[in-house]
């Protein structure tokens, strides 16, 4: 153009090359004038999907922040219930063993009285039948000698067999009650260790609930404020709807339309809107929303599973029982005795005056004359006959007594075990395992969450996409505008001990966008994240074998000890530490998988420089 002007310009009347020279300039400032505007429209689309992250980032990361702080304190309460549960489960132990202590006591005040009268009532069946065979009949001299030693016998009964023997009733009755207290309350154990178990069990699951609920609403709300950030709707006013909505309620509707689409939004991960303008260009909005499932908690659980607690208790009832048994069969055989004591008395009592008697009438039939005096001798036969039934009494008596000794020794001994079997209970719901949970396991006891296997991290991802205008000579272009953002809400918040102080903040933004940014830096923080993921899945197997070691090794110190209950708690437990050892079995395979995906990864991208594992 330059060259035309010059080689043409003696046809001018006028020299200079002001009209060429504007051209230039007008085509230059057009130009820039195009491209100032296409950037700064980038600029400002590249601004709306920066806020939408930002916005959605921390309103997610606020909710899930709001969460983690509600789970902080449901994790207090359950600690404190559990650790109320505990200290009661304490005193009631020590007051059954009191109870147990005194029951001892008593039985072995049962046994002393017991063994006195049975001694006693021994000696005097021993007097009594010297008596009557010193008499004899028909009666002999020694008649009235012998009437003493009747007597004497007669007046021990009452005053030393007969006391002693209502002393070990009123002693194996104090016993009975002490025994029937101490199972009343092991009946409150069970009751307790039920409640408990069942109480944070539910507790856990409502937890569970809340979290999976939290995360949705979180998620949900990321989307909603990203959309709200993005300037979406500010774009789609009833002036910009396309030309063919002529309708004013349907071009009113066309800005409706989004409002109903945000309303309408719910927890899935990802959600795009799109439109056209009144040209006809596409538009699109594209939010996504990733927050780690709160499904995996490290819960605190007793020693050993409430199937093994409960048998414990239920064995330590079935001895107190047993015990009770005895004891009150123990009691109704010295009762027995008693009655038999007061019957031989009765009949020695009876005899007596018969043998004063025949004393009174010796004069009638001297020594060695046999039949001598027939009313002397009807009266000793009766006196004799009163004897022999006092002694069957007595020795009757004496039987039951030793039957009543015997049951009060073997009911002491059943007590014996539920020493044991308190102080079982007691180290079993102590809290001493951290299990790795995803899900409900309704044999353990839960005594607290120790903590919950997440990253605390939101992440949100916008992307907008917005067609150009075709101006005939000109066209505008725009790119694909894509912006992230990273969440941290962990704050200060300690899940346990529980300290709510979880709060959100943006960590990280555009992390993958940039002119520093490359696939690489995507692949390295993936394989680290993998690698992360593969040694929580095995140390998440080792800490599953250790729990499973451990009760097997109760269940085999159950097993030694013997009995059904016993037996039965030991097979639970087996039973269980089968089921943990699956789930690290599980866990082992699941890491095997990472860490091949990690594998896969490296080979396919040699160029990428991979950190060690």
Not at 128 to 138: L, Y
Not at 194 to 216: C, D, P, S, V
Not at 299 to 318: E, G, K, R, S, Y
Not at 552 to 578: K, V
Request: hydrophobic letters at 45%; aromatic letters at 8%; charged letters at 15%.
């Amino acid at each position: 153009m330059f060259n035309y002007f010059h080689l043409n310009k003696f046809r001018y009347d006028k020299g200079g090359q002001f009209t060429p020279i504007m051209i230039v300039i007008l085509v230059i400032l057009t130009t820039m004038a195009m491209v100032t505007v296409n950037l700064s429209k980038v600029a400002l689309t590249k601004t709306n999907t920066s806020n939408a992250v930002d916005a959605g980032g921390l309103a997610a990361g606020s909710a899930m922040a709001n969460l983690f702080n509600s789970i902080c304190a449901s994790n207090g309460r359950m600690e404190g219930y559990y650790w109320s549960f505990f200290i009661k489960s304490i005193i009631s132990v020590g007051l059954t063993i009191e109870r147990l202590i005194a029951a001892e006591g008593y039985a072995a005040t049962a046994l002393t009285a017991a063994g006195l009268a049975s001694t006693s009532a021994t000696t005097f069946v021993q007097v009594n039948a010297q008596a009557a065979r010193a008499i004899g009949c028909p009666p002999g001299a020694a008649i009235c000698g012998a009437i003493p030693l009747i007597m004497n016998a007669n007046q021990g009964l009452v005053a030393t067999v007969l006391p002693q023997i209502t002393a070990a009733i009123t002693a194996t009755d104090k016993a009975i009650k002490a025994v029937q207290s101490a199972r009343t309350k092991i009946r409150a154990l069970i009751v307790q260790l039920i409640g408990f178990h069942l109480a944070q069990m539910f507790l856990y699951l409502i937890i569970r609930k809340n979290a999976a609920t939290g995360r949705e609403n979180a998620i949900k709300m990321g989307h909603v404020y990203a959309f709200m950030n993005s300037a979406v709707a500010g774009k789609l006013k009833p002036d910009a709807a396309p030309a063919e909505i002529t309708d004013p309620l349907m071009r009113k509707n066309y800005q409706d339309a989004y409002r109903d689409f945000t309303k309408d939004i719910e927890h899935d991960e990802e959600y795009t809107y799109a439109w056209k303008d009144g040209q006809q260009r596409a538009h699109s909005v594209n939010s996504k929303v990733k927050i780690n499932p709160v499904d995996t908690f490290d819960m605190q659980v007793t020693l050993l599973p409430f199937p093994a607690n409960l048998a414990i208790l239920l064995a330590a009832h079935a001895a107190a029982d047993s015990s009770i048994g005895l004891l009150t069969a123990a009691k109704t055989a010295f009762e027995t005795a008693r009655t038999q004591y007061t019957t031989a008395n009765t009949k020695f009592l009876a005899a007596l005056p018969e043998y004063q008697a025949a004393c009174g009438m010796a004069w009638c039939c001297p020594d060695g004359e046999a039949n001598c005096c027939a009313a002397q001798a009807a009266v000793c036969w009766r006196a004799q006959g009163f004897t022999t039934a006092g002694l069957t009494a007595l020795t009757a008596g004496i039987t039951a007594n030793g039957t009543g000794i015997t049951s009060t020794t073997e009911g002491v001994a059943a007590l014996q075990p539920i020493y044991f079997e308190l102080g079982a209970y007691i180290i079993g719901i102590t809290p001493a395992l951290t299990v790795r949970l995803d899900h409900c396991c309704p044999f353990m006891s839960y005594c607290w969450i120790d903590d919950i296997w997440h990253d605390r991290l939101v992440k949100v991802d916008s992307i907008q996409a917005h067609a150009g205008a075709d101006l005939g000579l000109w066209s505008t272009n725009y790119p694909i505008t894509k912006s992230n953002s990273t969440t941290n809400f962990e704050g200060h918040g300690v899940i346990h001990p529980p300290d709510p102080r979880f709060d959100a903040s943006i960590v990280d933004t555009d992390k993958y966008s940039g002119p520093h940014y490359s696939t690489c830096h995507y692949l390295q923080d993936q394989v680290q994240a993998l690698r992360e993921n593969a040694r929580n899945l095995i140390s998440g197997a080792e800490q599953a074998e250790t729990s499973a070691a451990g009760m097997e090794e109760e269940a085999l110190a159950m097993e030694t000890l013997g009995g059904p209950a016993n037996i039965e708690a030991a097979l639970a437990l087996r039973d269980i530490a089968r089921q943990v050892r699956i789930e690290a079995t599980a866990n082992l395979d699941a890491a095997s998988r990472v860490e091949q995906q990690v594998e896969d990864i490296i080979s396919a991208n040699p160029d990428c420089a991979f950190p060690p594992s």
